[in-house]
């Protein structure tokens, strides 16, 4: 279990850093609407500019968190309770503006991975 949790932690952790830190100016098939950065995806889900820069912040410091409980345990259940509420967020805006189901999908399985890790492990 010890290794699945690892596996979960670095997943999910490795993955909202490269949508935030290296790809949020690149267009990728996830993107809200038509979007091609995560400026535009905040835009089309019609949220204020300066929750992009809150959401943005939160999220890669829980991305943070959750890969340093791989070391410091005590921050595994706050880190993945955090990013599940997050990604519920980003999975309901996706159904707000109609995305087709393949759009959320990568949320919705790191929401289901943090909640393995916040309620399994």
Known sequence: ME????????????????????????????????AKTIKEEFEAYGLPGWSLYVIGFLKVALALAIISAIWFPVLLKPAALGLAFLLTGSVLMHFKIKDPIKKSFPAFLFLVMCLFLAFVV
């Open 3 to 34: 290794y699945v949790s690892i596996a979960f932690q670095l997943i999910v952790g490795v993955s909202i850093l490269n949508v935030w830190l290296i790809q949020a100016n690149k267009p990728t098939q996830w993107r809200g609407g038509s």
